[in-house]
T-cell receptor, first 114, second 114 residues
Framework: GQQLNQSPQSMFIQEGEDVSMNCTSS?????WLWYKQEPGEGPVLLIA?????ELTSNGRLTAQFGITRKDSFLNISASIPSDVGIYFCAGPKDSGAGSYQLTFGKGTKLSVIP | GAGVSQSPSNKVTEKGKDVELRCDPISGHTALYWYRQRLGQGLEFLIYFQGNSAPDKSGLPSDRFSAERTGESVSTLTIQRTQQEDSAVYLC????????????FGQGTRLTVV
């Protein structure tokens, strides 16, 4: 499956700093999903976005569905050590016959320095 | 079940042996994905099942890899004549397969080939 482009690939930040990461595609998406994967676990859904321009928060996390529908951003405010993990974006692409196949980015690996 | 269940959680096998990994998706989910994840890396798409449609096998790395799914239930991923480079976590996810869908992941099977 075609992958989305996530940046940065990795980042090291100090505890308390804000974090911003993004995901871009050459194709339009009608849904954007953001996942977090902690070491030794499967990815867990953080935020789902369904409408262009939508801004959705989940605690210290905020995600936005880009107006062009070709990008999305995830921000984490006041980072803490438990924010460590890999963050993935995903979006469904029409695979025909009324079904949709999810495409995932390669992830942004976040490290937080206490 | 309440979530996606994968078994075994860990598997150690000798090089050259065949292994079979199992995924029980969330009941009613028509779409199922297999991904491979090497240590500290992103998700590598392997195969996608959607209902009774022909699966998308475009991500399978070699003919040693195959997967089956019975209807909209259990899926098995088989790796024949395992090699050390097959060592990775194999993740399964399931979803309704619709445009506004959200995928849910299992905990993964950690495969070690010695």
């Amino acid at each position: 499956g075609q992958q989305l482009n996530q940046s940065p690939q990795s980042m090291f930040i100090q505890e308390g700093e804000d974090v911003s990461m993004n995901c871009t595609s050459s194709s339009i998406f009608n849904t954007w999903l953001w996942y977090k994967q902690e070491p030794g676990e499967g990815p867990v859904l953080l935020i789902a976005l369904y409408k262009a321009g939508e801004l959705t928060s989940n605690g210290r996390l905020t995600a936005q569905f880009g107006i062009t529908r070709k990008d999305s951003f995830l921000n984490i405010s006041a980072s803490i050590p438990s924010d460590v993990g890999i963050y993935f974006c995903a979006g469904p692409k029409d695979s025909g016959a009324g079904s949709y196949q999810l495409t995932f980015g390669k992830g942004t690996k976040l490290s937080v320095i206490p | 079940g309440a979530g996606v269940s994968q078994s075994p959680s860990n598997k150690v096998t000798e090089k050259g042996k065949d292994v079979e990994l199992r995924c029980d998706p969330i009941s009613g989910h028509t779409a199922l994905y297999w991904y491979r994840q090497r240590l500290g890396q992103g998700l590598e798409f392997l195969i996608y099942f959607q209902g009774n449609s022909a699966p998308d096998k475009s991500g399978l790395p070699s003919d040693r890899f195959s997967a089956e799914r019975t209807g909209e239930s259990v899926s098995t991923l088989t790796i024949q004549r395992t090699q050390q480079e097959d060592s990775a976590v194999y993740l399964c996810a399931s979803t309704w397969g619709r445009a506004n869908t959200e995928a849910f992941f299992g905990q993964g099977t950690r495969l070690t080939v010695v």
